[in-house]
């Protein structure tokens, strides 16, 4: 015989939009269904809620139960009318074959059940036998499930430390706290574990547990290297944390008792499980900055970000997700993501970190595209407390290090030699943009009452040969080098020559955008080039003839 289990995908939804007179309408409506489905002699009946039941005795060949199933699918996709609107539901299904003489009727149903899950987990509206390999998620889910409970006063949990390092001076700046956990059976990893402790609520003990041992970190960092300390440990918490009624509660309890400070705690929360209940997740989250926690997105980019609730939240990091990193060093759509991504977080004034970084390649391409932190196995694996405190003293020991400086940069001011017709400038412009192109020099050169401004970034010598060129040239005069250096990326990444007529401009430059994004002083003055954005911020005003 065969059990099917059927249960309904967005039944709630029905129920708590148009009512609950609506849902029974549905539920008739899928009652009558499959009763139409199944051949005489079959039984369908409802469990509970959304929940129906078939029996199908003496069955011929298993095919024909895949063959109902998918029919049983098809018939639940159409639409119910109740009223003048179309119900929409669809179902999942669970599928279990047994003989009636060894297989008891909780076993047939409890496998029904664990199949119509796996249903639900790949994605809903589909059908699955339950089998061996179900059979043994099922077992490893249970024995997980125990295990986790005791996980604690066994003392089986550890963190390890993954060190984040800035992208510029691939110096340590702050660290994300991975758990891990040492059964007596060997090592489960998280990717195993953290869902299922999700799922069962054992990750509300653990992850209580967790964040005092951020706490922990932070305090015991800040008494080995004060002021030099790492300025910030990055906690993971999740969702179902979350929607406990006294997490700020405790987190504000646990802060106190351990003496650390909120403002050098990051937590992390995926951006699917942020943005799955936004209200109530916003809730929460004002709470916890209230604290002076800060919050960071973490595997930004895999989720469904409305913007505008991203703009509410009180988030100030975003984690560029692993997937795209992969992609940078091979795929275009993924730089171009990624290029994204980084100008949406630096617009609403958020720092970027990316994950899983694990090659120069990849580093490079971020750090070209102004990403701020890096994390991944090219600098550090998650590290145990020790092994961390070591590298960092190292780091200390190094002082600051030699920097590598893949750019270089200069800005100078000249006079125009003489008047010249826009016909002519055009055709500068024209040839100037050509030659750029080809020296790998990009930049940005501004016109003003006989007077011109130019940046230029690119190879040292490059930039330097082409402002020699410049003295030379009669079409400037008294040309004069403002200000030129190392640079770590390019200010103007997609221009071989910005040009804007200042005399021609209308209004001011907006700097609305600019206003937004929060600039410390010290950004300012140890990046020329910040400060030279800052204080032209044409690059964002309309009119510019880019290229
Ligand atoms: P996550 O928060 O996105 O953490 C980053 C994961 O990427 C970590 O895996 C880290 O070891 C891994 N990783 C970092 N750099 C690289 C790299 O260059 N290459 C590769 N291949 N991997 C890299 P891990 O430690 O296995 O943790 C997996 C996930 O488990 C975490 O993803 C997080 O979602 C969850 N998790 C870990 N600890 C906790 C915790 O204490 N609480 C909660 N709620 N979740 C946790
Ligand atoms: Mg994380
Ligand atoms: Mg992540």
């Known amino acids: 015989m065969a059990l099917l289990f059927v249960d309904l995908d967005g039944f709630k939804l029905i129920n708590d939009t148009y009512g609950h007179e609506a849902g029974d309408a549905l539920l008739e409506a899928v009652a009558a269904r499959l009763i139409e489905e199944v051949r005489p002699g079959d039984t369908v009946a409802r469990l509970a809620g959304d929940e129906f039941v078939i ?5 011929e060949q298993p095919a024909s139960i895949s063959a109902l199933a998918e029919r049983i699918n098809v018939a639940l996709r159409q639409p119910v009318a109740y009223g003048d609107v179309s119900l929409f539901v669809t179902g999942s299904i669970g599928i279990a074959v047994g003989h009636g003489t060894t297989h008891s009727a909780d076993d047939m149903l409890r496998s029904a059940d664990s199949a119509m899950y796996a249903v639900k987990e ?9 089998s061996d390999s179900l059979e043994e998620k099922v077992r490893q889910r249970l024995s997980v499930t125990q295990g986790l409970r005791l996980a604690i006063e066994r003392n089986e949990l550890t963190c390890r430390f993954q060190p984040i390092v800035a992208a ?38 653990i992850g209580t547990w967790v964040f005092r041992q951020g706490c922990l970190a932070e305090v015991d960092w800040r008494q080995r290297w004060g002021e030099r300390a790492p300025s910030y440990i990055s906690v993971n918490v999740s969702t179902r944390q979350l929607s406990e009624e006294n997490l700020a509660d405790e987190f504000a309890a646990i802060l106190k008792e351990t003496g650390a400070d909120p403002s050098r705690i990051l937590i992390e929360i995926t951006e699917t499980s942020l943005m799955a209940d936004v209200e109530s997740n916003l809730r929460v989250l004002r709470r916890l900055a209230q604290l002076g926690l800060r919050v960071a997105v973490d595997d930004f980019g895999t989720g469904y970000s409305s913007l505008a609730q991203l703009q509410r939240m009180p988030v100030s990091v975003l984690k560029i997700d692993k997937a795209f990193v992969d992609g940078v060093g091979k795929q275009t759509e993924s730089r171009v993501v990624i290029r994204a991504i980084i100008g949406l977080g630096h617009a609403l004034g958020l720092k970027l970190v990316a994950e899983g970084v694990e090659d120069e390649a990849q580093l490079m391409e971020l750090r070209a595209n102004g990403c701020d932190f890096i994390q991944g196995y090219l600098f550090f694996r998650p590290l145990e407390a020790q092994a961390f405190v070591e590298n960092f003293e190292r780091q200390l020991l190094q002082g600051r290090p030699e920097v590598s400086a893949p750019l270089f940069f200069l800005l100078y001011v000249s006079e125009a030699g003489r008047s010249m017709s826009g016909e002519e400038i055009a055709e500068i412009l024209r040839s100037s943009r ?30 330097l040969s082409l402002v020699e060129r410049v003295e030379r040239d009669p079409r400037h005069r008294n040309a004069r080098i403002v200000v030129q250096g190392d640079a770590q990326r390019r200010v103007f990444m997609d221009w071989s020559m910005g040009y804007r007529d200042m005399s021609k401009l209308e209004a001011e430059p907006d700097f609305g955008d600019w206003r937004k994004r929060t600039i410390s002083f010290l950004e ?19 009119s510019i003839d880019r290229q």
């Open 434 to 463: 050509k030659n750029n192109q080809a020296l790998g020099i990009t930049g940005c050169l501004l016109y003003q009452d006989g007077c011109f401004m130019q940046m230029l970034e690119g190879k040292r010598e490059a930039v």
């Open 168 to 205: 510029d001076s691939r110096r340590i700046v702050g660290a994300e706290l991975l758990l891990r956990w040492h059964p007596a059976a060997g090592d489960i990893s998280p990717v195993v574990f953290i869902p299922i402790a999700e799922m069962t609520g054992s990750i509300v003990p």
């Open 122 to 130: 790949k994605g809903r509206d589909g059908w699955q036998f339950f």
């Open 55 to 59: 029996l199908c005795e003496q069955l």
């Open 524 to 542: 300012l003055a140890e990046d020329a080039r910040t400060c030279y954005a800052y204080i032209t911020a044409f690059k964002h005003a309309v």
